[in-house]
């Protein structure tokens, strides 16, 4: 598979055909052909799927200019390197897992943009006065082990070592799945950049929500990412004969967790920026015919800062307390993430909003609601996000999920101009 087309001749400036912006989603379109199914797009990590795509991945940064590599967990790391070797380093990148039968550009248009920036830059001869690091990162979703973000915590040197114990649907731990694929798990320490040595992080990312559809914008600056709170819920009441077991003297672990759902509805309704998700709900062995004994569900809850959503979390928890006592169960809760709302640089921002009004766009800057790789990377550097316009409704995590090349295109001019202008030194 080619890597970097060639059929133009390289000049000084950047095209002004909207280029960029096509070449972006002929990339996304090749990338969706590799997938676990075949009549969607799914990609979890170390999928057969998943290894293939970094590998693609691998050979176009190689084409466009950059030494790569596929680290230990993973990662797709291009390296565009300064003609200063002691340089310091911008990351720019996302992830290219993706959720079950998802969009093409949800992470993708991340490690895409800044690919074909290097690939211009390759072209004409241009190189940066700072190192720059194209990181496609192997996990941000948390699908297959049901915890996010493996690729990008081992590069900001948050990885928890306790995660190569999770295991996954077929019982196989992270552990087991490095190794089988040729890692060695000691080594994910040594993958830890130095903040010392950075000047900055930048993400391009699909909205994944209406707002610049609804005001007609094709990118938006990113002021914070969202505090997240995720919990796994497990309710043990007691099976019993759906026709014997007289109403009134049920345990019953289903209704328990349908309680749940509720509160969570009522109480995540209740301030503004807060959201609460159920987005798991299973009856472990259960039939028709049979009082549910065990039910399993999973609780998302975010906001735009940390107080309003501890608030909510600790009341929810309290609701949990009272259905076990009224219905009869035990509901076990265990913490499985717990993310700080992570605000965004203001020059980087500032940076973002001069480069869009020089690309003839009115800045428009947004809260993110989604968890993304660049949270990794608060405490260790400055760090920045351009969103892109989603479009049907802001659908995401969906193959209804599009981005218009027209809107690629202008985000990858805007980064462009940022990534000239960014200084060499924090």
């Not at 805007?414 to 960014?422: E, H, N, Q, R, T």
């Amino acid at each position: 598979m080619s890597g970097v087309d060639r059929s133009d001749r390289p000049t000084s400036r950047p095209p002004t055909d909207g280029a960029f912006g096509s070449r972006i989603v002929a990339l996304a379109d090749r990338l969706a052909e590799l997938s676990e199914s075949r009549d969607g797009l799914t990609c979890t990590y170390f999928s057969p799927a998943h290894r293939a795509v970094a590998a693609n991945l691998r050979e176009w940064m190689q084409a466009a200019g950059m030494t790569a590599e596929i680290d230990a967990v993973g990662n797709v790391v291009g390296r565009y390197a300064a003609a200063d070797p002691d340089a310091k380093t911008l990351i720019v990148g996302s992830h290219y897992d993706t959720v079950l039968d998802a969009g093409k550009f949800d992470g993708r248009l991340g490690i895409l943009t800044p690919l074909v920036l290097v690939e211009h830059l390759g072209a004409t001869g241009r190189r940066l006065p700072y190192h720059l690091e194209l990181i496609a990162f192997s996990e941000e979703e948390g699908v297959r082990f049901a915890t996010p973000f493996i690729g990008s915590s081992a590069v900001a040197g948050r990885f928890d070592p306790a995660m190569l114990e999770r295991r996954d649907a077929g019982g196989a731990s992270l552990d087991d799945v490095l190794r089988a694929a040729g890692s060695d798990p000691a080594s994910i320490a040594t993958l830890a950049r130095r903040p010392q040595d950075l000047i900055g992080y930048l993400e391009v990312h699909i909205e994944q929500g209406p707002v610049l559809l609804e005001e007609d914008l094709p990118v938006g600056i990113v002021t914070s990412i969202a505090g997240i709170v995720r919990q796994l819920v497990t309710v043990r009441g007691v099976a019993g004969h759906a026709g014997t077991v007289p109403m009134a003297m049920r345990h019953d672990a289903a209704l328990a967790a349908a309680e749940i759902v509720l509160a969570v509805e009522r109480r995540c309704g209740a301030a503004p920026t807060l959201v609460g998700t159920v987005g798991r709900l299973a009856v472990r062995d259960g039939a028709i015919n049979v009082v549910p004994g065990l039910c399993e569900l999973s609780l998302d809850i975010r906001a735009g800062d940390d107080a309003t959503r501890d608030a909510a979390v600790a009341d929810i928890l309290a609701e949990i307390g009272r259905i076990a006592q009224r219905r009869g169960v035990a509901i076990d809760t265990k913490e499985i993430l717990r993310m700080r709302a992570v605000p965004c640089a203001p020059r980087i921002q500032a940076r973002l909003e001069d480069a869009i009004r020089r690309a003839g766009v009115r800045p428009r800057r947004l809260p993110s609601g989604a968890g993304h790789d660049a949270a990794m990377f608060d405490d260790r550097c400055e760090l920045g996000m351009l969103f892109v316009r989603c479009g049907n409704g802001g659908v995401s995590h969906s193959p209804r999920e599009t981005a218009a090349p027209e809107d690629a295109d202008v985000a990858a001019r805007v980064l462009l101009d940022v990534l000239l202008a960014f200084p060499a030194s924090p």
